[in-house]
């Protein structure tokens, strides 16, 4: 029980895990849903338009009768990953963390798109595999550093530039694109309303979801 300084002990989990009751087939509830669970991993420095493409296509997806669920970099840093600093071990943990949770809630059958610079290919390869190759897609948000620079939404390239912020992706930290991305967006040509329509009809032509308000592409 518990030990001279009151805290409960600590037993290794595994030990209490028993997989004794089947999980529901995913299919039975995407079948309820009328949609099927996947991952728009969107990926691109800072300031390349994830979380604005994110939002908007969320949004898009909700007004048109689907379940989507935006994860942004900032929301999880300040709260599921506020543990996690910038180490390379941190960045890892923090990209494996976010996976998982992309990944349950692919399994709810929910479009998830998920919003993080991502910088490393080895990460992202990480989450592929953990989330699946069938429902994972990589999202290229394919803008220029002088583009996302005088964009600068936040005003990060301007500290990192006053030097205030160390290891700032693009600038002073590397930046590995995607070879092989299923998307790619260049944002700097591309408008806001075009990704998302590019998007939705993306996941709708693989069979995720049936887009009930087809527009015309902007
Ligand atoms: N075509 C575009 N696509 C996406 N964002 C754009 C575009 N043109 C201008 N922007 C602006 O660029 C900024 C992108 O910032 P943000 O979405 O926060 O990027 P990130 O999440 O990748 O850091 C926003 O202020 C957005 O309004
Ligand atoms: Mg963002």
Redo the contacts with the bound molecule.
């Keep these: 029980m518990s030990t001279s300084t009151n805290q409960p002990e600590r037993t290794p989990p595994e030990r209490h895990i028993f997989n004794q009751v089947a999980p529901m087939d995913r299919s039975v509830r995407e079948t309820a849903m009328n949609q099927r669970g996947c991952v728009l991993w969107l990926t691109?420095l800072?300031?390349?338009?994830?979380?604005?493409?994110s939002r908007a296509l969320e949004m898009s997806l909700v007004a048109d009768g689907h379940v989507a669920f935006v994860l942004d970099g900032d929301e999880i840093r300040s709260g599921l990953n506020k543990d996690l600093g910038f180490s390379p071990q941190d960045r890892q943990e923090n990209i494996r963390r976010i996976s998982e949770i992309a990944k349950l809630f692919a399994d709810c059958g929910v479009i998830c798109i998920t919003?993080f610079i991502s910088p490393l290919k080895a990460h992202r390869k990480m989450a592929r595999e953990l989330i699946g190759n069938d429902r994972f897609f990589e999202v290229f948000?394919d803008a220029d550093v002088s583009v996302c620079e005088r964009?600068d939404?936040k005003g990060l390239y301007r500290k990192a530039r006053a030097g205030k912020i160390p290891e700032f992706t693009g600038l002073t930290s590397g930046y590995e694109p995607p070879e092989n991305p299923d998307i790619c967006i260049d944002?700097a040509s591309?408008?806001?309303e075009q990704?998302v329509w590019h998007l939705a009809h993306y996941i709708a032509s693989k069979g995720f979801i049936t887009l009930r308000v087809s527009d015309p592409e902007p």
């Design positions: 691109g800072s300031g390349s338009g994830k979380s604005t493409i919003a948000l964009r939404p944002t591309s408008t806001i990704s």
